[in-house]
Every structure is written in C-alpha cells, then in structure tokens.
C-alpha cells in the first residue's frame, strides 16, 4: 500500500525566502512522486515528478524536490519565495504497477510581502 | 493545448435532485480518476477508470452515486438524490496508457464545483 504525509497543513513565508513543503511517503514497492500545484479556484496542476532517474528532480517556477529513500522523503523546495507561489501543494505517490494516486491532504502556501 | 474538460464549472441545486458533471479526458488517455475536495477531507478519490472499466470505486457512496464510462470520450459521475453534504469540489482527471515503472502523469481539469442547498 501507498500512502504520503505532509507535515502542515500551512506554511507562511516572506517573500524572497527559502520554501520548503515537507512530504514523507510509505510505499511497498519503488514509488513514483509527484507534487502537484493548485490556484485558487483551478484544478491541480503538475510541479513535478520523481520516477527513479535523478533523485534531485526540478520542476516549474523553480521549484525542486529530493528523493531521499533513507528517509522516505520526497520534500519540495524554492529558493526564494514569490508572491504567485501562494497556493495549495499537493504531494502524491504511485505505484509502479498501474496508475493508482494517492494525495496528501496539501499544504496551503502563503507568501508575505 | 490538450486538457481535461468538465461540465458544468458550478451549479446550485437543490437537496433531492439528481446531478450529472461531465469529463471529457484528453484524447487517448485510457485511465480516468474522479476525486472529490472539500475543506474537511481534502483531495478523496471517488472512482477509477481503466479502458472504460472500473477498477476502484471504494472510495464511492454506493447508495447514491454512480460513475460511468459510456465511451473513450466521456465519463459520468451522476448523485441522486443529492444532498446538501456533498457539496464540494469535483475533479476528473485522466492519465495515459499505464506501462509498468512509468509513473505516468495525471492530469486534471478545472472542477465542477457542486453546492446542494
């Protein structure tokens, strides 16, 4: 079985900041892991994705995210925090043997001036 | 710019009546995911699709909801009678062909944001 934790539901940072959206997965087999965006009032959209050919895998709007299978980790981060970032961020994980996801519950994001 | 299309975006109705939303995923995606979202429970997976079958439908009231596939191109989430708890956002999404150790992408549309008064 699959399953991710996001550690926060909420995350305030300054503007200019180092982001960091914490997510640890459980996994039985090999997990594929995603982090997914989502706007106010929009569906979900793709950050990234880990598929076991880097363990350092970047992303759109500069963000990044290390696999880290020792700690069973998968956090995204950004260097320097911008006000559009603020949004909900949603960790997932899959199985490699069919296309089943399973969310965290999200972390709202939210970037002070 | 390929995307998953839902319809309707938002509707109000009242408790009892029957609801249909609407997913249109991107041409040749074979499997097919509805979730629902809401404050208390966040992202849920409803239903799952793979070639138009259902593969995992747990996470589905059985009493009153009912999730299709009539063709490639469509896939249904219907509520009847509906009630005032299940107002909530609702997301298809849609995913290519499954091939082992590829963690292929899903993709989601924008919701159908569902309010039963």
């Known amino acids: 079985a699959q399953s991710v934790t996001q550690l926060g539901s909420h995350v305030s940072v300054s503007e200019g900041a180092l982001v960091l959206l914490r997510c640890n997965y459980s996994?039985?087999?090999?997990?594929?892991l995603f982090w997914y965006v989502q706007y106010p009032n929009q569906g979900l959209q793709l950050l990234l994705k880990y598929t076991s050919a880097a363990t350092l895998v970047k992303g759109i709007n500069g963000f990044e995210a290390e696999f880290k299978k020792s700690e069973t980790s998968f956090h995204l981060t950004k260097p320097s925090a911008h006000m559009s970032d603020a949004a909900e961020y949603f960790c997932?994980?899959?199985?490699?043997?069919?296309?089943?996801?399973?969310f965290g519950t999200g972390t709202s994001l939210t970037v002070i001036p | 710019d390929a995307r998953v299309t839902q319809t309707p975006r938002h509707k109000v109705t009242e408790m009892g009546q029957e609801v249909t939303m609407r997913c249109q995923p991107i041409l040749g995606h074979n499997t097919v995911f509805w979730y629902r979202q809401t404050m208390m429970q966040g992202l849920e997976l409803l239903a799952y699709?793979?070639?138009?079958?259902?593969?995992?439908d747990s996470g589905m009231p059985k009493d009153r909801f009912s999730a299709e596939m009539p063709d490639a191109t469509l896939a249904t989430l219907k509520i009847q009678p509906s009630e005032p708890r299940d107002s909530a956002v609702y997301f298809c999404a849609s995913g290519p062909q499954t091939q082992v150790r590829s963690g292929n992408t899903i993709y989601f549309g924008e919701g159908s944001w569902l309010t039963v008064v």
């Open positions: 997932a994980v899959s199985a490699n043997t069919g296309n089943q996801f399973y």
């Open positions: 699709f793979r070639n138009r079958a259902p593969l995992d």
């Open positions: 996994s039985s087999v090999p997990p594929y």
